[in-house]
Nanobody
Framework: VQLQASGGGLVQAGGSLRLSCAAS????????VGWFRQAPGKEREFVAS???????RYADFGKGRFTISRDSAKKTVYLQLNSLKPEDTAVYYCAARITWKPVVAADEFPYWGQGTLVTVSS
């Protein structure tokens, strides 16, 4: 499966964005899907993930502000970003793995999409 991340952009602090991770060449019905981000000069970090049956996990910095979801056709996973802060500025990547389990570790995801840049101005 190939993944395409989109939805990034420039937003003011306190604003919102919705990122999308779309699958081509198949669906994500049997996949756990995760979102990760990498800020300039920093290591990639886990943001959120959702299992194929809908169990979600969040990094502490995203709890209460970010929401991960998937559409009923199981071809797109969304990451709703609310109350954005300048420190949320990063390239956001989506990743997938065929498994029923929730997954949070980047090295457990074999499939990755290209990143989408989120820039939050103060």
């Amino acid at each position: 499966v190939q993944l395409q991340a989109s939805g990034g952009g420039l937003v003011q602090a306190g604003g919102s964005l919705r990122l999308s991770c779309a699958a081509s060449g198949g669906t994500l019905s049997s996949h756990a899907v995760g979102w990760f981000r990498q800020a300039p000069g920093k290591e990639r970090e886990f943001v959120a993930s959702i299992s194929w049956f809908g169990d979600s996990r969040y990094a502490d910095f995203g709890k209460g502000r970010f929401t991960i979801s998937r559409d009923s056709a199981k071809k797109t996973v969304y990451l709703q970003l609310n109350s954005l802060k300048p420190e949320d500025t990063a390239v956001y990547y989506c990743a997938a793995r065929i498994t029923w389990k929730p997954v949070v570790a980047a090295d457990e995801f074999p499939y990755w999409g290209q990143g989408t840049l989120v820039t939050v101005s103060s």
